[in-house]
Every structure is written in C-alpha cells, then in structure tokens.
C-alpha cells in the first residue's frame, strides 16, 4: 500500500510541475540533418601475430562519413560508413622473391547518439561490414572479401558549432569486428555541415 500511495505522489507532483511551467519554457530546437566526415589515426589490434612484428604496419589514416538525424530531442540516429586500412604486410620470402598483404575494411553501421551535455555526445553503433584482402607475392595477385555481421561500435565526439550551419571538432572511437574478434581505434578530426 505504501508502494502504492510513493508512487501516486509521484505522479501527482510530476503532474503540477509540468502545468505549472510556462508553454515556452521548454526551448524549440528545429530537426535537421548532419552530414559529417572525419579523418585520422587508426590503430588495429589484432588478437594474434599473423608474421613477426617488425614486418606487420597497423596504423594508418582512416576515414569516417556519417549522416545524422537530429531531431529536437538528446537522441538522433544515423548511417556511418568509411574505409580503414587494417594491416599491411611486407616480407621478404628469398632473395628474390617478396611478399605483400594488406587488408582494408568498409563499415556500415546504424549510429544511435546521444547528447550528454552542450557539444558532448556519445554513440553506438552495431552493424556490418565488408573486408577486403589482397596478396602480392609469387603467382598471381590472391584478393578476397568476407563479410563480418557482428560489428560494435562506441564513439566519444565534441562537436563545436562554428556558426548555424558548420560543426568542427573530435572523436575517439573503438571498433570491434566479429568475424575475426579484433578491435580498431581512431582519434579523428571531424568537420560538419547541417543540412
């Protein structure tokens, strides 16, 4: 009964305030979209040493585009995709002959942000993604694709406004790929403009 009589007061206050403010206290914000690109360092973990270490490149520049729908809510959502290089590989097999793998990856991810506060968000995002790898070498070029369907995504962004239409500013993400259980980092510079 106590549960019953906590939880009407609840109500009963949260009712009041919410009649006692001011229709336009509450500010209105308009929906819009964001199209937002960021470029950066990345850095790929790998869960096992493929060849020795001295031979293996894992930081490289990746790229990141996303397309946001903010509405005038702390919530918007959105599609974001880029191109990462993951590893690059370049042996020496004899003397004449040499070996050169690289790996890139392209996501696809459905973004779900969140505003902490001013300028501050942060996202996840699950999805897919498409990884392709090639092999120079003895014979003919060796290229593959395969497909990884259990990508996760966590991003930390402070995006300050410029002026009313152009954004500025930062992201740390990590990137987690199913298929072969490793794992992406990028800090990137990220420029925005509001549709």
């Known amino acids: 009964m106590k549960r019953i009589i906590i939880i009407g007061l609840f109500f009963l206050v949260a009712a009041w305030n919410a009649a006692a403010q001011p229709g336009d206290s509450i500010p209105k914000t308009r929906s819009h979209y964001t ?23 894992k ?9 946001m729908w903010e509405p005038e809510y702390r919530l918007s959502l959105g599609l974001e995709t880029g191109f990462y290089r993951i590893f690059r590989v370049d042996s020496a097999l004899t003397s004449e002959y ?36 090639q092999i120079k070498g003895i014979g003919e070029t060796i290229s593959s694709t395969q497909y990884s369907f259990a990508n996760f995504e966590a991003c930390a962004s402070y995006l300050y406004p410029l002026n009313k239409r152009f954004v500025i500013g930062g992201e740390a993400r990590f990137l987690y790929i199913g ?17």
């Open 35 to 57: 199209l937002a690109i960021g470029t950066g360092w990345s850095h790929y973990f790998a869960n096992m040493d493929i060849v020795p270490a001295r031979n293996v490149q």
């Open 59 to 67: 930081e490289f520049i990746g790229t990141s585009f996303r397309f």
């Open 98 to 133: 040499t070996m050169d793998a690289r790996m890139y990856m392209v996501p696809l991810l459905l973004v779900i942000r969140m505003r902490i506060v001013d300028n501050f968000y942060l996202s996840l995002a699950p999805g897919i993604a498409v990884q392709f790898s």
């Open 179 to 195: 298929k072969t259980n490793d794992y992406i980092m990028s800090l990137n510079a990220v420029f925005g403009v509001k549709l």
